[in-house]
């Protein structure tokens, strides 16, 4: 089952009084639709019929044919999508270099906050950390990384 951050686990986070706390945040544009469907899914997520005409697909199956188009990326009306896309984007980040799943914010993890620390929230990434610096360099990081993912 899909365990997403909730608002209690940053009141949890530990370190000594007067310590100033900074964040980052990205937000992944786009994320349902750079993860794609495999080919057997697509059949379920067709979109009422157009005439092919009307989207360019008359070459194909002639002016008036009726067609339906179908998603070839997650709908985000879809159940299962999010889950998908949550699992999608931590997969990603444990490839990553810079970052280990050992530092996500989870519910069953440590609060410690004597690393750059993270969590994600279906498109969303924040870190929290006490150094400015290394948190500017690892959001550039995780940008870039998911940048050259493109699709998924």
Known sequence: AMQL???DL???LQLPAGTPVYSAK???DNCFHRVKTPVWLRSYFCLPPVRAGDVGMAYRYGQD???HPRCTTLPMGWSHSAALVQAS???SIAG???FSLADQITADGD???DRPRFFVYIDDFVL???DPARLRYLLNEYVRCMDNLGSW
């Open 5 to 7: 951050p909730t608002p």
């Open 10 to 12: 940053l009141s949890k």
């Open 26 to 28: 990205a937000d992944l």
């Open 65 to 67: 044919a009726l067609i």
């Open 89 to 91: 984007n931590e997969h």
């Open 96 to 98: 990553m270099p810079s």
């Open 111 to 113: 609060f410690c906050l």
């Open 128 to 130: 929290l950390g006490t």
